[in-house]
């Protein structure tokens, strides 16, 4: 069904503009049109949109009357991206090890991995767009992905993503459909997943199809995107929000916005899968969804933002209890796997926010507080039930590298009662298990320096010190070095 889908919205993309008929010239602008004046009424465009006639041409004669979109309507390329990963991760105090630990043996400690994507979107009207991504991604992360609660490259999605195919994959399509609200317009800037050229200020979207939840809920300004900031879990979103998701990240839903110049609120239903970090969705089943409330605020000229995330999830999590109950009752150690079935829940919140002080915004302070019930398994992001983090980015124009960006961040993370007890108990979590535990929070220390080498070519050394790995103060602690080489166009 979903390769369906994805086959349908790329013959939509290819073969929509041919639906009508051009009788005129070429539009003026070869910039994407996300508005048309003579369709969205009172909305102000700007002047290389052409609202008035072609010189030479009578201004009763219409331009494209019967498809004044019809340029735009043609798919474009909004990106290309690479992005190459090497980490290393010295040995360590280990004194005993589970099937999830995080291990440096058999060549664990050292990993290289490398992401592309191409990203594409069209206008197929006004207020209409389509996009499709297509990525690939090879690599299996130091430790294979596993054990950790804040994992130490958001490229290597979960652990599990070494099971899939190294091919290229569709990672998102989706439409995007907005009504204006306000006369007001924005310039918007090509990037992926987004179209260039202007939009209201005021206005309800919705998106329909298949993304990231991370898309459009708990972004930051300074830590938000494992290309070219920071690489740790910790620091790309709320740990504590186990946002729907499959392996590769991505979900089908939809997503409902209303923007205002000095707030927003979004809504989205988005599918949960059958299994935990699973590739595989029930469609439609509404006992396996994720439904995520956000309120964003601009309080202030400052720059100031401050987001407010809630969110319920529904699917087949154990419970931790009933974990543990069974273990007892049958002399065995606790298994997640035995008690799952339909009906777990589980709900949370997260506070974000970013803080320009200096260099046009370039420069500021961001930090993150997640909690969740943590009563059943983490099912889809990471295992963590309480999180903190708090940060900075510095622009170089102090010394004289304008381009250049230093991060620093410190993030914390734990576990509710039940979690933690299951662990003790010798239980095996989606990313986490020692065998045993000494309980303790997890904490993290991150510092990346991102060298502007030109346009298109970033290179940042980075370094990450972890404290009670897993949530074990028997383990560690752990230093992790990387060299990231990003390259985008």
């Known amino acids: 069904m979903m390769k369906r889908a994805a086959i349908g919205l790329v013959f939509v993309c290819l073969v929509f503009p041919f639906t009508c008929t051009a009788e005129e010239s070429r539009l003026e602008s070869a910039e994407t ?27 009763a004669e219409p331009q494209h009357a019967e498809c004044p979109w019809l340029e735009s309507a043609w798919p474009k390329l909004l990106g290309l991206q690479f992005n190459g ?16 630990s995080l291990s440096f043996r058999n060549g664990e400690g050292q990993d290289i991995t490398h992401a592309y994507g191409v990203y594409l979107g069209a206008q197929l009207a006004p207020g209409l767009q389509a996009y499709l991504d297509v990525e690939l991604f090879q690599g299996y992360g130091v430790s294979n992905g596993v054990g950790l609660g804040g994992y130490v490259n958001g490229d290597v999605v979960r652990a599990g993503s070494s099971n899939l195919p190294k091919v290229p994959y569709l990672a998102r399509y989706y ?20 179209l260039p050229g202007e939009q209201p200020v005021g206005r309800w979207e919705i998106k329909v199809g298949r993304l990231a939840l991370t898309d459009d809920f708990d972004q930051n300004r300074y830590a938000n995107n494992n290309r070219t900031q920071f690489l740790n879990y910790d620091f790309l979103f709320n ?9 590769r990240g991505y979900s089908v ?8 110049p000095r707030w927003r609120l979004a809504f989205g239903v988005f599918m949960e899968p059958n299994t935990q970090n699973g590739a595989v969705f029930d469609y439609f089943d509404m006992n396996e969804v994720g439904y995520n409330l956000e309120l964003t605020v601009k309080p202030n000229d400052a720059g100031t933002v401050v987001r407010f995330l809630s969110y319920f999830n529904k699917g087949r999590m154990g419970s931790y209890e009933e974990a543990l109950a069974l273990g007892r009752a049958t002399s065995t150690v606790p298994d997640l796997l035995l008690v799952e079935k339909p009906g777990g ?17 370039e420069t500021g ?31 170089g124009i102090s010394w004289k590298r304008p381009d250049d960006r230093l991060g620093v961040a410190y993030g914390v993370n734990g576990l509710s009662s039940s979690h933690k007890d299951y662990l003790e108990a010798g239980g095996i979590g989606m990313l986490l298990g020692d065998g045993a535990l000494n309980y303790g929070l997890e904490q993290t220390l991150e510092i990346y320096y991102r060298i502007q080498i030109c346009r298109f070519v970033q290179l940042s050394p980075d370094f990450q010190f972890i404290q009670n790995p897993g949530y074990n103060r028997d383990r560690g602690p752990v230093a992790v070095y990387g060299l990231r080489l990003h390259l985008s166009y």
Not at 389 to 395: D, F, I, R, T, W
């Open 239 to 247: 740990t504590a929000w186990d946002y729907a998701a499959d392996t």
């Open 345 to 361: 829940t589980k709900y949370g919140f997260g506070l974000n926010f970013e803080q320009p002080l200096a260099d046009d915004g």
């Open 85 to 100: 990963v090497y980490q290393y991760m010295p040995a360590f105090h280990s004194p005993y090890q589970g099937a999830n």
């Open 365 to 395: 302070i961001f930090g993150r507080i997640g909690w969740n019930d943590g009563n059943h398994e983490n099912w889809a992001y990471v295992e963590c039930d309480r999180h903190a983090s708090l940060g900075a980015q510095v622009s």
């Open 253 to 260: 839903g939809i997503v409902t916005s209303l923007f205002q």
């Open 175 to 194: 439409f995007r459909y907005f009504v204006p609200l306000s006369s007001e317009t924005e310039k918007v800037e090509r990037a992926m997943d987004q």
């Open 33 to 59: 049109v996300l508005l048309q004046p003579d369709q969205q009424a009172g909305i102000k465009t700007g002047p290389s949109e052409g609202a008035g006639p072609a010189p030479g041409k009578d201004s």
